[in-house]
């Protein structure tokens, strides 16, 4: 079977899906068969769970001569931050008050740096001016957590403001996110996925879906949507362009991972230790 995603982001989708629901942990053999239904092999598997020991997300621990893998408060953390999201229904309300972030990190750190950028664009912050960020959500935890774990303090100052102009909240936005190209990928999500969904709907209803294909089915359908945890900043309501697609996408992803998660989960438990 051809391999169709990254091992690594698969590993977090069984963390985020199935692991962190049945204590954390997972021996490396049930994930290394696991993966095999998506055509990693092991290799692949160690080397990944291993660079995600390195960063921080999981640590092993031996049992006999057995090696199981549980995620750290950080990656907890990570997890139940794209669990949040990637399962809410509707956009979140609004206070009407802006977090502005602005970084002073020096020359000799720009590795740090750039670690920095991808973690406030995962968290939905956008980018205002040279390092300076914006966000209408609370993400004060967030920031202080990225900022214990880069141990960036002395580099970071954090508002709490309200805008006071030249423009609408709606320009502003407009200037720190495209959200033109997030709407037309939520269109391609909609289109490629409803199609989908109709088909498995009616196999599973026939009972001519097997629960390993369901697993797979469902890992890569969370797999795909959890993508846009990276590119949709999860605005509220009230700043999203008239003919947003985010909550239609959100509808179908919901009915769609409900529709395979008893098979698939049937499945998880035949192969997990």
Request: proline content about 3%.
């Amino acid at each position: 079977m051809e391999k169709q995603f990254n091992t690594r982001s698969m590993i977090f989708t069984l963390y985020g899906d199935y692991i962190r629901h049945y204590g954390n942990m997972i021996w490396i053999g049930s994930l290394i068969r696991l993966l095999k239904e998506f055509g990693h092999n092991e290799q692949s598997v160690r080397a990944a769970i291993s660079r995600m020991s390195k960063q921080g997300w999981v640590q092993s621990e031996k049992r006999g001569n057995k090696s199981y893998y549980f995620l750290t408060e950080q990656g907890k953390a990570r997890m139940d931050e794209a669990g949040r999201r990637i399962y809410q229904e509707e956009s979140p309300s609004w206070d009407e008050r802006w977090r502005i972030l602005v970084y002073n990190i020096p020359e000799e750190k720009r590795n740090l740096r750039d670690q920095l950028r991808k973690e406030l664009v995962w968290s939905g912050f956008g980018l205002l001016s040279n390092s300076c960020w914006i966000t209408p959500n609370p993400l004060e935890e967030q920031v202080h957590r990225l900022i214990d774990k880069y141990d960036i303090a002395s580099y970071v100052t954090l508002f709490d403001a309200s805008y006071e102009g030249m423009n609408t909240s709606k320009s502003l936005v407009e200037k720190c996110w495209d959200l033109e190209d997030v709407n037309e990928r939520y269109s391609q999500f909609i289109q490629e996925y409803s199609q989908k969904y109709y088909i498995d709907k009616n196999l599973i209803e026939k009972g001519e879906i097997s629960d390993g294909t369901c697993f797979v089915k469902c890992a890569s359908l969370v797999h795909q949507y959890r993508k846009f945890l990276f590119i949709d900043p999860n605005l509220p309501g009230e700043l999203l362009p008239e003919k947003w697609l985010g909550d239609s996408a959100a509808t179908l992803f919901s009915d769609y991972h409900e529709l395979l998660q008893k098979p698939a989960t049937r499945f998880f438990e035949s192969v997990f230790e």
